[in-house]
């Protein structure tokens, strides 16, 4: 019988840093769970069964086979159907989690060599020159500063509009547009109002790059790409950046900064040598893992995960905080220990779908941890401890705010 997850989003409640109590619960009974989900934007009180996987093995097999398991669905469109995108809401054209192979592998492979490593390090110098600005605001405006407010939010939209190249003057703005559409609590005409407010501002600069491409990374894949890329691809592909970097990275930083300030020890090895640093940043994404699920998936035939039968057309949804926990992957899992063993995590997923952006961020973490303590070495919180708010949304776990001192 459905138990525990009586709600779309009770899989995304987090107790602290870690999962919520139903979702440890249900893990402890087996690795997969039937679940009763209420109506919500990609599920029907009518629909097929839904099921809630929690254990690292199981999860990290469902994300790998995509032959089974499908995202496309989710958005509306068939998977039999590989040439079309009839069927596929407009505003979802693009989004690459919401294609299956060959679709996926033919807009990958185009977008891939933008995010490899070595051309993400050019995004180093601008960040860490607006990471210098803002610790100068933060110095300047005194203490306390809230962390969220001031540091973490502004470093992640300023680094997706550095690589998408959304002039200076329209960032401010054009942040707030996309803020706006994951605010809670707006109904679904004002969801969809700021959602067009801020695609259609990406839609106008694609096609202004397409008649005079720059340097960035719309102008460098019209170039190289010419009509390959569709301008609903390029503006979906650049929605997804932002509505998949923006939360992720700045709950990262703001929750990784209080993981630290409660872990002194650990704090040291982040500030000893780039080696350790990283370590330690590995350690913190997948001991938060702040996505709460990737796109959810439905079963194309019929498939065994985890001694549990799941039918074609049953839908299937992946808790990466709780495949993270489980001992499966790691002993003692609950634990935030950067000196463990390297463990292959799924903070960024797995499989085909596996985050494309995941270089970018690494390199937005280094940058905004190393600086702050370096600026602020004696950074400690302006708050008793159980006064930090976390935040509660369907999209990434972080904090409400973060008010520290130095």
Request: charged share 25%.
């Amino acid at each position: 019988m459905p138990q525990e997850i009586q709600h779309e989003f009770d899989h995304a409640r987090r107790t602290g840093f870690g999962p919520g109590a139903p979702v440890r619960r249900l893990h402890a009974r087996a690795p997969v769970n039937r679940v009763a989900v209420a109506p919500g934007p990609n599920v029907s009180a009518d629909g097929p069964p839904v099921w809630l996987v929690t254990g690292y093995e199981e999860v990290r097999r469902v994300l790998a086979d995509h032959a089974r398991f499908s995202t496309r669905l989710q958005f509306g469109a068939d998977p039999s159907d590989e040439q079309s995108d009839l069927a596929r809401p407009r505003e979802t054209v693009g989004h690459l989690t919401g294609y299956d192979p060959p679709e996926h592998t033919r807009l990958r492979k185009m977008l891939t060599p933008e995010f490899t490593a070595r051309r993400i390090q050019r995004l180093a110098p601008p960040v860490e020159e607006v990471v210098r600005e803002l610790l100068d605001d933060m110095e300047d405006a005194g203490q306390p500063a809230d962390l969220v407010e001031m540091y973490a939010r502004p470093i992640a939209g300023a680094a997706l509009c550095e690589l998408i190249g959304v002039p200076l003057d329209d960032r401010p703005d054009f942040v707030r547009r996309v803020q706006r559409q994951m605010e809670p609590g707006l109904t679904p005409r004002q969801r969809a109002d700021a959602r067009d407010s801020y695609t259609g501002y990406l839609g106008a600069l694609v096609r202004r790059r397409r008649k005079d491409p720059d340097e960035g990374f719309i102008g460098t894949l019209v170039r190289e790409h010419g009509d390959e890329f569709t301008d609903e691809e390029l503006r979906g592909a650049c929605t997804l950046m932002f509505a998949a970097g923006l939360d992720n990275v700045s709950g990262m930083i703001s929750l990784g900064v209080l993981v630290l300030l409660r872990h002194p020890d650990q704090l040291a090895r982040l500030l000893d040598d780039l080696s350790s640093a990283d370590r330690v940043i590995d350690e913190l994404l997948r001991y938060l893992s702040v996505v709460h699920a990737p796109t959810p998936r439905v079963a194309l035939e019929d498939v065994t995960v985890g001694d549990q039968l799941i039918k074609a057309g049953e839908q299937v949804v992946c808790s990466i905080p709780m495949a993270n926990r489980d001992p499966a992957l790691a002993p003692d899992a609950d634990r935030f220990d950067s000196t463990r063993a390297p463990v292959p995590h799924l903070a960024f997923g797995h499989g085909v779908h596996y985050c494309i952006g995941a270089a970018m961020a690494r390199l937005e973490l280094r940058i905004a941890y190393l600086a702050l303590w370096h600026r602020f070495p004696g950074l400690r919180l302006a708050v008793p401890p159980d006064e930090v708010a976390f935040r509660h949304n369907a999209v990434a776990h972080g904090l409400e705010a973060l008010p520290v001192a130095w």
